[in-house]
Every structure is written in structure tokens, then in C-alpha cells.
């Protein structure tokens, strides 16, 4: 499909440095009026992602699904779920998106399909042996077929092993309806890369890679036992699992399609893997770019972030791409809300490399147990952690790299954590007696402050109600209200992606690609000072105002305005005079 480039995304690599926001179809907009988010949704809200100054989406996917796992139980990968549109809208909304200059990035979900993906139909019906088994990782149970292979464990809980009801066992590492593939077989490889260039065809400027470090397993026996299977990857790749070298020979392969097309189309890895193998999966020899998930897993502490920003910047330097940054996403608690919590008094390490780079994950982890957890919850400061997130998003968007921002953060909603357990979606829920699961972040976007504004209750949202309930406190938090607030979070990120690009290009005449710079600059305790040139950031942590450094005040996350100094957590950008 031939189509007329816009100069944005015409940039080369113009996604080093983007904005990309992530939108969860099913809860951003209803055009069809029933209560499910959808493709003709995304296209009706084209204005609203140029107002907000975004280079590119990504949307979580949109395919024909059970939804036994919000869409990441891909029953066809090249086709759009009726109940979300036609591949004709899916094309309507991509000139439309491309007409306003934002590039469009698909999931991509290797890994796994869903059981109801017409090979693992087949695969079922087929006896142990067959052709048809090898797609997937079929094994004979133990004590003649009735009890699984081994005692592994599904990330969602209970076995990672379904009985096929003929002694033969299928792996899932997510729910059982998500059979995993094996990608030993060439049949399974040669068909994804047909799916990337079905979508590359019709104009999607890249994909993000579900489960990126998951897809070559070893399943030769003897297994390693439940409790030696680290959750996490390991330094040296030799997970039976997670990370085996053998996954790169597979980008490698799609950097080559990726490379037919102008301009090369890009993927973005979701690989949970040690952070020294990062670089790996963002080289430009592989998917050029992969998610950095370590601030989003950050408290709100200076010693955190700039850890956690010198790490980032040094494997990006290693791998030859630009980082990412993210403070949220679909799987985790909404950051206003984790940074409303009380702070973690001693992060926890899970493990310590080879190269003496501490591999944590605490915020996120105490946010889901703390957070979600019913009876014993916290207090969650929700002025606090609104205020905080609004300072880290300009944190985000004044480092070098690309920024993903989750839909509704840029409105700075909070979790919805008192979702009744009989409209929970989501499969982690229930996993023990305290798990909620994710669908606290993914309610339907409050658009209106009028819950009847469409005639649908909904904020907005659609004409027939939202899939998830929203609170009524939504309305404080709609799209209508806040465009019309000076003070806003979204006149905020509004303001700041728009200052960003100029500043960007101002750096770096016609190429805001080539922005790089980045320095410390010294600052008193509770700050983190940097620069990019003229360009200053500058956080206060603590609970007061410190005095702010000389320069013109470009923007403040306060919704008070910067005064005179910086406000307690607060971010301040500032043009060095
Ligand atoms: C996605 C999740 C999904 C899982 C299995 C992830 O990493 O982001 O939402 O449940 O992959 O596909």
C-alpha cells in the first residue's frame, strides 16, 4: 500500500525519541455503542492525540479474541475482533493517524495464541505425533498421562500444563487458553513474519513484541525443578524459560523484513530480562528498541531515579538504540497511585549480577500486593501521588529516548482499586484471596464529565455503558474538565510534549533526532538536576520548597505554578540563561 509519508514520520528512526502513547482499545473509545472500546473509537479521538502532541500510538491488541487475557489471546493475527471493527476501519483509522503525522505500532503476541487460534484447534484434534502438535509444546503426562509432565507453574497460577485429554500435556505459561508455540518449528516462523509484513503492508510503522524474551524454551528432561525456576530471567541466559539465546536468531530474521520497507519498520521488546541482556533485544540488529521498565518499578526517591536514568542511558549506549522510558502500562497500578503510597523502607534485591548491577523490583510489586489488597490497604495519599506522577512525567519527557505514556495518565487518573470481584476481567485475579489483577487500570477513559453525555452512561466513553464500571469521582478526572483547567495534568502534558518538540528541534536544527545531550548538574539533597544544553530539569523530592536554580521558568508540574523556587515534589524546566 503505497501512502504519502508524513515529514514527521519520515524523520529516520523517528522513534528514538517519540512520544508514544498506548492505547488499551477496549477502554478508550465506543463508537459502536456497546460498551467495548474500538477501532472506529481510536479514529474518532484522532483530534484529541494530535491536541496532545504525541508522535506514534501503540495499541494493545485489537485481534479477534476470547479475551481470557484482554486480548493478548490472539485467536487470528491478521484480523481485527468484529466486536472492534473491520480490517477496512483498522485502514481508516491508520490514514487518519498518519494524516495527523502519528505513526501506528501494533502488538505483536509470539509467544502464545489462544485456543481457539485455528492451529491449536487442530492441534487438539490431531493424536499425540502429529504434525499439527508439533506447532505448539505438547508432552506426555506423568504416571501414564494423568498428572502433568512437571511441576510447573503458569505466571497466572496452577499448572503451566493442560491435560489433551489423550495422556499428552500442553504448556502454557500464561492462562490455559494461551497454548504456547514452539518456535523450533519453521512453519511457526515463517507465519509470523507473514504477519508482520501483513501489517507492515497496510502501513503500521512497527510492533510491539509481547513476551519478547520468552519464545525458545528447552524442554529437555530432566526439568529443573518449580523451585529452581527463578520468576526472573537469568544473567547467563540459561533459563529453560525466559531469555535463551536462540530468541535473537528469530529478530534477526524480522530485522530483515523490517528492512524491506521505507522506512524500516521498527519493534519495541516487553522482555522482562536481566538488564545487562537488554541491549540485545533494542539492537539494530534485532527489534531496535526495548522497554525499560526500571522506573516504573522506582519510588519516589533521587537516589532511585538517578540510578535508575544512569542505567538506562548506559545500556542504551550499549545497545546502539535509544532507551525507553515508562512510568505505567496495562499490567501495573496507575502511577498517581503508587506514588500515593507510603514509601518502601528497603527496596528489595532479587538478584546481584555478575557486573554488580542490582536487578529490583519493589514499588510496582508492594503497589499491587499494598494497593490491591483488600482489608489491609494502605493509605494511599491520592493529592500526593497525582502530584508526584505529574513531576516524574516531566522527568520522563526531559530525558533522551522514547517516552510510552498509558492512556489516562496523561489525565493523571488514579487506580481504580474497589473494582467488585464479579466484574473483574482479568485473569491474575483471584490468584490468591487478595489479587484484584490489572483491570483497575484499564476502566474506560472518562472523556466527559457528564456520565450521561452520550446517553450512555459513561463519561463519554460510548453510548452503551463501559465494560468496567467507573467510579464517580471519573468526572473529576474527564478529558472536558481538565482541557478547560489551566492547572490540569493534561494542560500539563499537553504543554510539555509540545515544549519538548521545540525544544528538541531547537537543539538540533532540522534533525530533533539527533538531540542527544545529556549531563548531571550538582544539586542539593532531595534534587536531581540535569540538563540537555539550555534545556534544565530540575526535581524537588522532598516535602518543601528548595530554591530554584537561575533560568527562565518553562514549565512547573505544580498545579500552583513554580513561585519562587521548586515546589515540594514538583519538576521545574528551566532555559539556562
Ligand atoms: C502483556 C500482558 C499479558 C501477557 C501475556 C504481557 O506481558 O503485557 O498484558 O497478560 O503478556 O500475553
Not at 71 to 97: H, I, K, Q, T
Not at 119 to 124: P, Q, R
Not at 290 to 296: C, L
Amino acid at each position: 500500500m503505497s501512502r504519502v509519508i508524513h515529514p514527521r514520520l519520515a524523520r529516520p528512526q523517528w522513534w528514538r525519541d517519540a512520544v508514544v502513547y498506548q492505547i488499551y482499545p477496549r477502554s478508550f473509545a465506543d463508537a459502536h455503542g456497546d460498551g467495548l472500546g474500538d477501532i472506529p473509537g481510536v479514529t474518532s479521538r484522532v483530534w484529541y492525540l494530535r491536541e496532545l502532541g504525541v508522535d506514534a500510538v501503540w495499541l494493545s491488541p485489537f485481534y479477534p479474541s476470547q479475551l481470557a487475557d484482554g486480548g493478548y489471546d490472539v485467536d487470528d493475527y491478521r484480523d481485527v475482533d468484529p466486536r472492534l471493527g473491520s480490517l477496512a476501519e483498522f485502514d481508516e483509522m491508520v490514514a487518519a493517524l498518519h494524516s495527523a503525522g502519528i505513526g501506528v505500532i501494533v502488538d505483536l503476541v509470539p509467544n502464545h495464541t489462544s485456543n481457539r487460534h485455528a492451529w491449536f484447534v487442530e492441534a487438539l484434534a490431531a493424536s499425540p505425533g502429529a504434525a499439527a502438535r508439533e506447532r505448539y509444546l505438547f508432552r506426555d503426562g506423568a504416571n501414564g498421562g494423568i498428572e502433568p509432565p512437571n511441576e510447573w507453574e503458569s505466571l497466572f497460577g496452577g499448572s503451566a500444563w493442560t491435560p489433551a485429554g489423550d495422556g499428552q500435556w500442553y504448556l502454557h505459561l500464561f492462562a490455559p487458553e494461551q497454548p504456547d508455540l514452539n518456535w523450533d518449528n519453521p512453519e511457526v516462523r515463517i507465519d509470523f513474519e507473514n504477519t508482520l509484513r501483513f501489517w507492515s503492508d497496510r502501513g503500521v510503522d512497527g510492533f510491539r513484541v509481547d513476551v519478547a524474551h520468552g519464545l525458545v524454551k528447552d524442554l529437555e528432561e530432566p526439568w529443573e525443578r518449580q523451585d529452581e525456576l527463578e520468576l526472573w530471567p537469568r544473567p547467563d541466559g540459561s533459563h529453560p524459560l525466559w531469555d535463551r539465546d536462540g530468541v535473537m536468531d528469530i529478530y534477526r530474521s524480522w530485522r530483515r523484513v523490517f528492512d524491506c520497507y521505507d522506512p524500516p519498520r521498527f519493534a519495541v521488546a516487553e522482555a522482562s530480562v536481566h538488564p545487562s541482556r537488554r541491549a540485545r533485544y533494542a539492537s539494530p540488529e534485532t527489534l531496535g528498541q526495548a522497554f525499560n521498565f526500571a522506573m516504573s518499578d522506582a519510588d519516589w526517591r533521587p537516589g532511585d531515579f538517578h540510578e535508575v536514568v544512569d542505567t538506562a542511558l548506559r545500556d542504551a549506549a550499549e545497545s546502539g538504540s535509544s532507551t525507553t522510558w515508562l512510568l505505567g502500562g496495562h499490567d501495573s497500578p496507575r502511577v498517581a497511585s503508587r506514588f500515593g503510597l507510603p514509601l518502601i523502607p528497603s527496596p528489595r534485591v532479587y538478584a546481584d549480577t555478575a557486573d554488580g548491577r542490582p536487578f529490583r523490583h519493589d514499588s510496582q510489586w508492594l503497589a499491587r500486593q499494598w494497593l490491591l489488597s483488600d482489608g489491609r490497604r494502605p493509605h494511599v495519599d491520592h493529592e500526593l501521588g497525582r502530584r508526584r506522577a505529574r513531576a516524574a512525567t516531566l522527568i520522563e519527557l526531559a530525558l533522551p529516548g522514547c517516552t510510552y505514556v498509558y492512556q489516562g495518565d496523561e489525565l493523571g487518573l488514579p487506580e481504580v482499586a474497589d473494582l467488585p470481584p464479579e466484574v473483574l476481567q482479568d485473569p491474575m485475579a483471584g490468584r490468591s484471596a487478595r489479587e484484584k489483577g490489572r483491570d483497575g487500570c484499564r476502566v474506560p477513559l472518562p472523556w466527559s464529565a457528564d456520565r450521561n453525555a452520550l446517553g450512555g452512561n459513561s463519561f463519554g466513553f460510548g453510548r452503551d455503558g463501559a465494560h468496567l464500571p467507573q467510579p464517580d469521582w471519573f468526572a473529576d478526572f474527564a478529558v472536558d474538565v481538565q482541557s478547560a483547567d489551566p492547572t490540569s495534568t493534561l494542560t500539563m502534558f499537553r504543554r510539555a510534549v509540545a515544549l519538548r518538540a521545540s525544544l528538541l528541534a531547537e537543539a538540533s536544527g532540522e534533525s530533533p533526532a539527533a538531540a542527544g545531550g545529556f549531563a548531571w548538574v550538582p544539586a542539593v539533597e532531595g534534587v536531581l538536576h540535569f540538563h540537555r544544553g539550555l534545556w534544565h530539569c530540575v526535581t524537588n523530592f522532598t516535602d518543601g520548597a528548595v530554591p530554584r536554580p537561575a533560568g527562565e521558568v518553562l514549565l512547573c508540574s505544580a498545579p500552583e505554578g513554580a513561585g519562587d523556587g521548586v515546589p515540594a515534589n514538583s519538576t521545574v524546566w528551566l532555559r539556562a540563561s
